[in-house]
């Protein structure tokens, strides 16, 4: 079984720039959750999606952060425009619905420098 | 709110010694906790979960007991290896009892195992 995809691996930008992350989930996870893990700490979840519908995103910046997930599959995470304290990595997990649902699968993440 | 509290890194051992890390929570509900482990370079694991009180997670020989009297969820191996060096992160999800399964980590501990 394919685990949860992200890409990029690796951006660096400039401050006030834009960025975009990409995400695909395992094959059949309804729910998909985009966390910001800062260096030294947790991550924080931004956002997570039920299929196509935002369940939480009472964390997201809404000012500068953006994230859809059109068709319940794959998702795309934005900032714009980025701040040097928007440093870090941004992991996407995935989980199944039912009894299962407790239990998340991390992507590999993508690891964003803000100059 | 509800938090995750786990001891301070880093922890250094020699191989085959007795491993303990210390994670408390605070929670309204019943929540369901988890260890998740980071290689270097990897993405997020779980490595065991426990969903009620008094309920033992366990995998790779590692364990750990939901102790709902003490609010607390240590981390324990009886004899690590080399290849058990990462990042030890503690969470909760579902304390809350809302619609969202976010996840609250805490903020890691890195465990350093020399041969």
């Known amino acids: 079984e394919a685990g949860v995809a992200q890409s990029p691996r690796y951006k660096i930008i400039e401050k006030r720039q834009s960025v975009a992350f990409w995400c695909n989930p395992i094959s059949g996870h309804a729910t998909l959750y985009w966390y910001q893990q800062i260096l030294g700490q947790g991550p924080k979840l931004l956002i997570q999606?039920?299929?196509?519908?935002?369940?939480?995103d009472s964390q997201l910046p809404k000012d500068r952060f953006s994230a859809e997930r059109l068709k319940g599959v794959d998702s795309t995470l934005k900032i714009q425009p980025a701040k040097l304290e928007d440093s870090a990595v941004y992991l996407c997990a995935s989980s199944p619905l039912g009894t299962k649902a407790d239990t998340q699968y991390f992507g590999p993440g993508t690891r964003l420098t803000v100059l | 709110g509800d938090s995750v509290t786990q001891m301070e890194g880093p922890v250094t051992l020699s191989e085959e010694a007795f491993l303990t890390i210390n994670c408390t929570y605070t929670?309204?509900?019943?929540?369901?906790l988890f260890w998740y482990v980071q290689y270097p370079g990897e993405g997020l694991q779980l490595l065991l979960k426990a969903t009620k009180a008094d309920d033992k997670g366990s995998n790779k020989g590692f364990e750990a007991t939901y102790r709902k009297e003490t609010t607390s969820f240590h981390l324990e191996k009886g004899s690590v290896q080399v290849s058990d060096s990462a990042v030890y992160f503690c969470a909760l999800t579902g304390g809350y009892g809302g619609a969202t399964n976010k996840l609250i980590f805490g903020t890691g501990t890195l465990l350093a195992v020399q041969p």
């Open positions: 999606f039920q299929n196509n519908g935002v369940v939480d």
């Open positions: 929670a309204t509900g019943y929540p369901s």
